[in-house]
Nanobody
Framework: QVQLVESGGGLVQPGGSLRLSCAAS????????MHWYRQAPGKQRELVAT???????TYVESVKGRFTISRDNAKNTAYLQMNSLKPEDTAVYYC??????????WGQGTQVTVSS
């Protein structure tokens, strides 16, 4: 059974940095697109960043220039480097992978709290 295991969340002061990881465990078909989403209390889940298998990336406007998504295809892992964090970045962050056989996997979520 495939699981996406996230790590790297925590409490950080404004202006600080965190690096999230999301690793697929189990036998998984070729991963095409990797996404990072987030959901703040009382708000809808939003797409934060996307990376294609070839490395093309897109970001929501609010994180451009501060967040960087990357991937290691050999390790079936996605990363989200978050710099210059703001209180409004506080949310539960989720990864999501799509595979060539049409499957869709979500991580369990990791809490990121930006507060002084």
């Amino acid at each position: 059974q495939v699981q996406l295991v996230e790590s790297g969340g925590g409490l950080v002061q404004p202006g600080g940095s965190l690096r999230l990881s999301c690793a697929a465990s189990g036998v998984i078909f070729t991963i095409t697109v990797m996404h990072w989403y987030r959901q703040a209390p009382g708000k809808q889940r939003e797409l934060v960043a996307t990376i294609g298998r070839g490395g093309s990336t897109t970001y929501v406007e609010s994180v451009k220039g501060r967040f960087t998504i990357s991937r290691d295809n050999a390790k079936n892992t996605a990363y989200l480097q978050m710099n210059s964090l703001k209180p409004e970045d506080t949310a539960v962050y989720y990864c999501r992978f799509f595979t060539l056989d049409g499957r869709d996997y979500w991580g369990q979520g990791t809490q990121v709290t930006v507060s002084s």
